[in-house]
């Protein structure tokens, strides 16, 4: 995250510099008016003796950098530059002369901003402040140097501002020291100049802190040979500090002798250590120190002096020092001394190290790159991780896939199989292997072509597959058949609905088929029985029609049988002397067209409610009178069969609405099966009891019972108990079933309670219900072609008499 927020700040910093750029170019694009700018640097100007590997002076660094930024700022801008050369010059006859100079020089000349250079001394700032106002009157000032600055100094110069410097002579001194424990001495080398004068105080000041520790020694010598002397005696704990100028030291002819040609002469033989004040004296002699930078310095006045000119005013603008300061050693003469690299100072810059770029500048570069390549190196870790772990994700939702599919494939009931264009199982899932007849080990461990080893394997289906498989890529498209399977272990065929689909590579060529199957053998069943019952239904109504019609047909012959015996038996009545061999045989026909006609009636009856087509007639009536009648009518064909019958009621009348053909039909039918069922000697019973909103009729015999098992299948069409129970008595099995047709159509219910032996009771509860006006109908037609003797006679024509 660390790494992640520099880069944001180097990214932002980097868009911040194009931004500028673009934001410059613009500035440029508005042609500002011309500025003039005036330079004036207190030291001489050291550049025409360079050899070649000479450096700039300080101060001339410090004038390359104020350019620079100059041009950078794209602004139109005049600089005029004096070297004062107060080195060698001074006194205030020299600055009134200087004064004189200028002041012819720049008569005509307005300044828009002047800058004074003073590297270790103060003398073109104390000019400024002299001369400034006459030469350069409202010019603002721009100091740089100063070390012995006050804001005192400049008390009522509202035009001034700068930047002052220090050199930090302390920290250059305790490296040293630390660098060379067995120090006693230090030699300081100065000159005689201005500059040299101040430096040496400046040491001078620092003794104290040294004091009883280490011994100081000085030297402004300027003939260079005699130095060298001085230098040659020194003892071996002795470490120099060298801070003499530019152009302290002279040869033949007075020429001056460069910084670095001065430093190999006075110690390249020499095994002392030297150490220095400013980047530009390192050489290739010295070890370095606590450096200042002139580059650094000057562009601060450069920025200091473009914000004048952009019109900040000095007084807004505060005076401070420039604190740009490093550690910087020459790796050469670390090495030539032993110094360990890891002793130095951290964030040391190490100079002429070995193709070690990065060393050199470490301070100014290696925070960045170090942090572009870590994060680099980071962000591809970061994207091998993450890709890494987004490709486990995928490969496990893969497999979880795979597992998925292959856990789905096995679990169907439907058989599946993927073949290459060869015709091999590249998959079979675990329905159809059941269906083949072998083993996932089979078919993994064999060959397909060997597996019919198995004496079990359905080697028709796998036939069957090939033969459908062939037919697929014949015709080259989905194919779909119905596959009949002989399943020889269920020994039963199994109906497969399968569908192939032939898949084929981009040139057409073939890939592979896929077959997905389903077992249709039950759906098929259904269909099969679906089509029997409907089948079934059909015969049903067509045989309950038939019954239906059939049944009127044979009462068109009954009736014309039994119309004849009346006649028979009307005309024997009325001849004389009575047949009764040929009376006996009419009565015995007459009872067998009652019974025909009983069971043609009922057998109307229960196909019409069958059917749906038997229609009631309903009307408000008094049940207890309707009953009352039945039983009573049936009274002597009781008796002759020796059975004692009462009728009983807890109430006189019950006025409802009901269907009193159905309700004799009924009565009689239970009556019917009482008397057959009790033999001579026992009683029947008929209740009726009054529930207010239902009325309850029992009929209640102590004849043979009906076996439990029995009780609840009585009630069905045709069933009779046993033969041999009712042999006793006729019967056709539909008394009971149309008994319960004909309560069910009144809303009502038929209950038994009976025990073998002890009689059978018949409880019929009906609800007690009334018809408003127009429903109660008038229907005079019940049984309308028979009497009411007849119609008991014909439903107690079971009874055999
Ligand atoms: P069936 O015409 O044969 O009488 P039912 O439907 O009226 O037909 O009666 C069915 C059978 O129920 C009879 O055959 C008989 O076995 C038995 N059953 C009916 N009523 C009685 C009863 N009161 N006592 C004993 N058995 C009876």
Redesign the pocket.
């Given at each position: 995250m660390k790494i992640f927020k520099h880069t944001k700040q180097y990214i932002f910093l980097i868009s911040f510099a194009i931004f500028l750029s673009l934001f410059q170019s613009t500035a440029y694009a508005e042609n500002e008016t011309e500025k003039n700018v005036l330079i004036l640097n207190s030291n001489k100007n050291y550049n025409n003796f360079t050899n070649g590997t000479e450096s700039m002076s300080f101060e001339n660094t410090i004038i390359s950098s104020i350019n620079s930024k100059f041009i950078k700022s794209k602004k139109n801008i005049n600089v005029a530059i004096e070297y004062m050369d107060y080195n060698n010059n001074l006194g205030d006859t020299y600055s009134q002369q200087l004064y004189n100079l200028y002041k012819v020089k720049y008569e005509n000349t307005k300044f828009d901003a002047v800058i004074t250079l003073d590297d270790m001394n103060d003398n073109a700032f104390k000019f400024m402040l002299n001369y400034g106002d006459k030469l350069f009157p409202n010019t603002p000032v721009v100091f740089s140097g100063v070390p012995s600055f006050d804001t005192s100094l400049v008390k009522g110069h509202s035009n001034y501002t700068g930047i002052t410097k220090n050199p930090d002579i302390k920290s250059t001194l305790d490296v040293a020291l630390s660098l060379h424990p067995k120090t006693k001495q230090i030699f300081v080398i100065t000159d005689k100049t201005q500059f040299g004068i101040y430096h040496k105080k400046l040491v001078e000041s620092l003794i104290p802190l040294y004091k009883n520790k280490i011994n100081f020694l000085f030297s402004d010598e300027s003939d260079i040979f005699k130095l060298k002397k001085e230098i040659n005696n020194l003892p071996k704990d002795t470490v120099i500090y060298f801070s003499a100028t530019a152009d302290a030291y002279k040869g033949i002819s007075d020429k001056v002798i460069s910084q670095s040609s001065a430093a190999d002469i006075l110690f390249k033989d020499s095994r002392i250590p030297i150490y220095c004040r400013a980047s530009s004296y390192i050489n290739n002699q010295s070890i370095g120190g606590m450096l200042t930078y002139a580059d650094s310095y000057g562009s601060s006045i450069g920025d200091l002096a473009l914000m004048i000119l952009n019109g900040e005013r000095p007084s807004s603008i505060p005076v401070t020092e420039d604190t740009a300061h490093n550690y910087e050693f020459n790796y050469l003469q670390l090495k030539k001394f032993g110094i360990d690299l890891k002793s130095l100072p951290k964030g040391s810059i190490i100079r002429n190290a070995p193709i070690d770029y990065f060393n050199i500048y470490k301070n100014m570069f290696f925070p960045i790159a170090a942090s572009i390549i870590i994060f680099i190196i980071a962000l591809q870790m970061f994207l091998i991780i993450f890709n890494i772990y987004k490709r486990r994700l995928a490969e496990n939702s893969l497999s979880d896939n795979e597992n998925l599919l292959n856990t789905l494939i096995n679990s169907t009931p439907d058989i599946i199989y993927f073949k290459n264009d060869k015709g091999i199982f590249l998959e079979i899932n675990d329905a159809a292997l059941r269906l083949l007849n072998i083993s996932r080990d089979d078919y993994e461990n064999i060959n397909m072509n060997d597996i019919n080893t198995s004496p079990y394997f359905n080697e028709d289906l796998l036939d069957e597959f090939e033969t459908n498989d062939r037919k697929t890529w014949e015709t080259g498209t989905i194919y779909r058949t119905k596959e009949v399977i002989l399943n020889r272990r269920e020994e039963t065929n199994k109906i497969y609905d399968t569908l192939r689909i032939p898949l084929f590579n981009e040139d057409g060529s073939r890939k592979g088929l896929m077959l997905l199957g389903r077992d249709i053998t039950e759906h098929k069943l259904n269909e099969k029985n679906k089509k029997l019952i409907k089948e079934l239904k059909y015969y049903d109504e067509l045989k309950t029609n038939f019954f239906s019609n059939i049944s009127h047909e044979f009462k068109t012959p009954l009736n014309l049988i039994f119309s004849a015996l009346q006649i028979i038996e009307l005309k024997n009545r009325t001849t004389e002397g009575k047949d009764e061999t040929s009376e006996k045989y009419i009565d015995i026909m007459k009872l067998n067209c009652y019974r025909l006609l009983r069971i043609i009636n009922n057998l109307i009856d229960i196909t019409k409610i069958d059917s749906g087509n038997f229609s009631t007639h309903f009307k408000n009536d008094d049940i207890v009178f309707t009953l009352e009648n039945t039983v009573m009518s049936t009274v002597d064909y009781v008796k002759s069969k020796d059975i004692n019958i009462t009728f009983d009621t807890d109430i006189e009348e019950k006025v409802m609405a009901f269907d009193s053909d159905a309700i004799e039909r009924i009565i009689l039918?239970l009556l019917s099966?009482?008397i057959?069922?009790?033999p001579p000697g026992g009683s029947i019973e008929v209740n009726i009891q009054d529930k207010v909103d239902n009325i309850v009729i029992s009929v209640k015999?102590t004849?043979?019972?009906?076996p439990p098992d029995k009780q609840a299948s009585?009630f069905k069409k045709f069933?009779?108990?046993?033969k041999s129970?009712?042999r006793g008595s006729e019967?056709?099995?539909?008394?009971?079933?149309l008994v319960k047709e004909l309560v069910v159509l009144h809303n009502g219910i038929i209950e038994l309670e009976?025990a073998p032996n002890k009689g059978?009771e018949f409880k019929i509860t009906l609800p007690v219900k009334l018809l408003k006006g127009d429903e109660n109908c008038n229907n005079e037609e019940k049984f309308a072609d028979h009497s009411n003797i007849e119609k008991i006679k014909i439903e107690l024509s079971?009874i055999y008499v």
């Open positions: 039918n099966n009482a057959k069922f009790t015999d004849g043979i019972g009906i009585i069933v009779q108990v046993d129970l009712s019967g056709s099995g539909i008394g009971l079933s009976s059978s079971d």
